[in-house]
């Protein structure tokens, strides 16, 4: 080993609005992007490094960290559990909902 300690994987259930739901393991320092394109699960997702918010995500349970400042999102949204899986780990088991219309909720939009 090199001195970092080694993260536990978790299982993370992905839920999407139509009711679909896929579990994934996500593992170490991985992300849940990472993890879920590992699996052969689509998420949305844009710029990968935080700044676009495109892979907004609700995270209803469990717990995550993020592996660089989440700049998409303001202190409100975070607040109220919102997630960047771009950028994002679990420290537990989560449950996330996600999908395209997620982002919407949370920065608006400027189409009316």
Known sequence: MNGRRRRA???????????????????GDETV?????????????????????????????GEMTHLEPPRALKDRALDAGY?????????????????HGIQAEVVGTPWK
């Open 33 to 61: 992007v990472d993890a879920a394109e590992a699996a052969d699960v689509s998420l949305p997702y844009g710029c990968l490094y935080g700044a676009c918010g495109t892979c907004t995500a609700e995270l209803l349970e």
């Open 9 to 27: 994987t978790h299982t993370v259930e992905l839920r999407w609005a139509d009711g679909r739901h896929e579990r994934i393991r996500v593992g």
């Open 83 to 99: 997630v960047l899986p771009c950028i994002a780990t679990p420290e537990t088991d989560c449950r996330l909902r996600v999908g």
